[in-house]
């Protein structure tokens, strides 16, 4: 679980840094990102995001499956700009009685938003990388956001965890008794793993109400206080936004 929780060692200088200013400077780069017409600029911030995470220490492979979903999703949005947008034919074949045309504006359409897509999951992951999430909902909390998405979210970031050890538990069980030796079995075994899950969630969460409720819980958590903010690193902070957004501007 420790590895879950904290998969890099907190040795670099962004380790250090108030989460207040990485949220703001990290929020100011999607604005960017998500505004940018081309697909230079989101690129760019995402290869320096990626950088920053390897400099950071975390392993490659962990970044690239945080990373497979967001590719998957970018990969299949040039696709569908390539085949079914644009006017400017690019190739054309027919398979099976079915004219394929590809379009050139469509395929520049689609690797915009991919990039911006790119652009903007590698900031957030780098965030993610060089923030603990309760300093980040701690962080979330100074910029006014809902008191009650951040208790749900700090729940839910909390007993994730417990749920993986159970679930960890269910699945060596299954697979020391030969649960997933075929198709058929492990589909039935992966079920009952399901629901296991989903009744051990149930009995937490009313084994944890009560706990809370009698030591004192209100409907409250109280959160992280915050040191005051230092000059060097606002002022970094806002050094770094302004020489994005020159190159934003070209």
Same mark, same amino acid.
Request: glycine content about 10%; proline content about 9%; charged content about 10%.
């Given at each position: 679980m420790h590895q879950i929780v904290n998969p890099i060692p907190n040795t670099h200088f962004l380790a250090g840094v108030d989460p207040r200013v990485k949220l703001v400077s990290a929020l100011a780069l999607l604005v960017l990102v998500m505004s940018s017409?081309?697909? @230079?600029? +989101?690129?760019?911030? $995402?290869?320096?995001?990626?950088? /920053?995470? =390897?400099?950071?220490?975390?392993?490659?492979?962990?970044?690239?499956?945080?990373? @497979?979903? +967001?590719?998957?999703? $970018?990969?299949?949005?040039?696709? /569908?700009? =390539?085949?079914f947008s644009g006017h400017e034919a690019l190739f054309a074949f027919s398979c099976f009685g079915l004219e394929i045309v590809g379009h050139r504006d469509g395929l520049a359409a689609g690797v915009a938003i991919a990039s911006r897509i790119a652009g903007a999951v590698s900031v957030v992951a780098a965030v993610g990388f060089a923030t603990p999430f309760t300093d980040l909902m701690a962080a979330l909390s100074w910029l006014r956001v809902p008191r009650g998405f951040i208790e749900v979210a700090l729940f839910a970031w909390r007993y994730l965890f417990v749920l993986f050890d159970d679930a960890q538990v269910v699945y060596a069980a299954q697979k020391n008794r030969l649960g997933y030796a075929g198709l058929r079995r492990g589909l039935r075994s992966f079920g009952t793993l399901a629901g296991a899950l989903v009744i051990k969630a149930f009995d937490n969460s009313q084994t944890v109400t009560t706990a809370m409720v009698q030591r004192g819980y209100d409907g409250t958590l109280p959160l992280l206080r915050h040191r005051p903010l230092r000059a060097g690193e606002v002022a970094g902070s806002v050094a770094l936004v302004a020489v994005m957004g020159l190159l934003w501007r070209m």
């Open positions: 017409r081309g697909g @230079a600029f +989101p690129l760019t911030v $995402a290869g320096l995001s990626l950088g /920053l995470c =390897l400099w950071m220490g975390v392993p490659p492979r962990l970044f690239f499956v945080r990373f @497979a979903e +967001p590719i998957f999703i $970018a990969a299949m949005v040039i696709v /569908l700009k =390539l085949l």
